[in-house]
């Protein structure tokens, strides 16, 4: 998020609830972000409108929550735009034909010859059908990856006949048993009338039970017209989008996804055969969003099982006991540094000139192993003739007690937050 918007909603606080004017000013900065990630224009207004509907006049819990529940309630609302969970293609146990459309370039080969390895580890006898007549290498080049995967490529021949084609398929399955038909078809760089026609005969002779749009991640605002023109044409049932491992931040996605209304199936996310993985809107809205950080760390603190608080103890208990077990379990995750600047606006909450490293770590260790067991439970107890008494025992100076003591403070508060957006202990899990 861009420190704009960081400000917003820094300054949306204590006020109970939030108010029209703050929702207004907080998705000003939402849309710029949108249009930032490539989402349509259209359809970020109208997702702006509708987020700030949903936005005013919900109570604000804490001071500090306020902003990130603004934040929340967008990238919910991204999730459920985007489709809400990861969805798969209708699947029966025969007679499944996939019909994969979309322009020139976007990764209709290369998204079929990923399908057929990922349904043939799946134990599914595959056939794919090389239908693009169109580029003289496109019959070749699907039939390299057939090779490749382990599966047949049936070819249609140049100007072969819709019917013609539906007939040969029909004779290959009664000779070899396959269960999953994908067929790959011609595309264009831009939406044409001609090829439309033609896509729309084949789909009629072939009757496919899935229509797969494959679009480019990185077309950005043209997703919008692709999809809308692809879908009214040829009647999608569901999307693949391409290239997620480039810099697009997924905006075509949203764009694509909000204008047909079909469940996105799959992200592709390199060039190799295995590059591909179910869609996961969750993620892609905190792409979109900028928050992609916050999942990463997620993810580590899982790996690190981050809390090892006594479960019966209330997350706003939080001690400098607590710290000091926190503290060595965050050493296992990696850089201190790191970490802390994944977590959104915890920079901020740092003392000034607070970097965390390895040596920092072993001095607040330190200071806080200086303290009994009743001022970690109870840090309020610790006045000044106790702050100079450990700051004597550990080494230090009274000044960094005072600043291991106000930064627990803010970790408190933190805590809070994190419990709130469900990454802490307590919360309702963490995001997949
Ligand atoms: P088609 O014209 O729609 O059949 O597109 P192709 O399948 O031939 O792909 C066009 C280019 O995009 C090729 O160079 C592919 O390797 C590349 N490509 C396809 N999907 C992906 C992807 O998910 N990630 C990356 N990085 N490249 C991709
Ligand atoms: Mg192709």
Known sequence: LGKK??????????????????????????????????????????????????????????????????????????IETLGGSAQQPQLKTENNVWFMVGLQGAGK????????????????????????????AAREQLKVLGNQVGVPVLEVQDNEPP??????????????????????????????????????????????TETLLVVDAMTGQEAL????????RVNLSGLIITKMDGDARGGAALSARFVTGKPIYFAGVSEKITGLEPFYP????????????????IERAQQAELSAMDPNKKITDFD??????????????????????????????????????????????????SMTLRERRDPKVINGQRRKRIAAGSGRTVQEVNRLLKMHDQMKDMMKVMQRMGMGKGGKGMPK
């Open 225 to 232: 017209n692709v999809a809308e023109t692809f879908d009214k």
């Open 5 to 78: 918007l960081q400000d917003i909603l820094d300054n949306v606080r204590q006020q109970g609830r939030l108010t029209e004017a703050q929702v207004k000013a907080a998705m000003r900065e939402i849309r710029m972000a949108l249009l930032e990630a490539d989402v349509n224009f259209n359809v970020a207004k109208d997702f702006v409108a509708r987020v700030s509907e949903k936005a005013v006049g919900q109570d604000v819990l804490t001071s500090l929550n306020a902003g990130q529940q603004v934040v929340k309630i967008v990238h919910d609302e991204l």
């Open 320 to 369: 400098l006991e607590d710290l000091l077990l926190q503290m060595k379990n965050l050493r296992k995750m990696g850089p201190l540094g790191d970490i802390m600047k994944l977590i959104p606006g915890m920079s901020k909450m740092l003392p000034e000139g607070f970097n965390v490293d390895e040596k920092q770590l072993k001095q607040i260790e330190a200071i806080i192993q």
């Open 109 to 136: 080969t290369t998204s079929t010859g990923k399908l057929a390895a990922h349904y043939k580890g799946k134990g599914r006898r595959v056939l794919l059908v090389a239908a693009d007549t169109q580029r003289p």
């Open 282 to 297: 969750d993620r892609v809205a905190s792409r979109i969003l900028g928050m992609g950080d916050v999942l990463t760390l």
């Open 163 to 208: 019917h013609v084609t539906q007939q040969r398929v029909k004779e290959y399955l009664q000779k070899d048993f396959r269960d999953l038909v994908i067929v790959d078809t011609a595309g264009r760089l831009q939406i044409d009338e001609n090829l439309m026609d033609q896509l729309a005969d084949l789909k009629t002779a072939l009757n496919p």
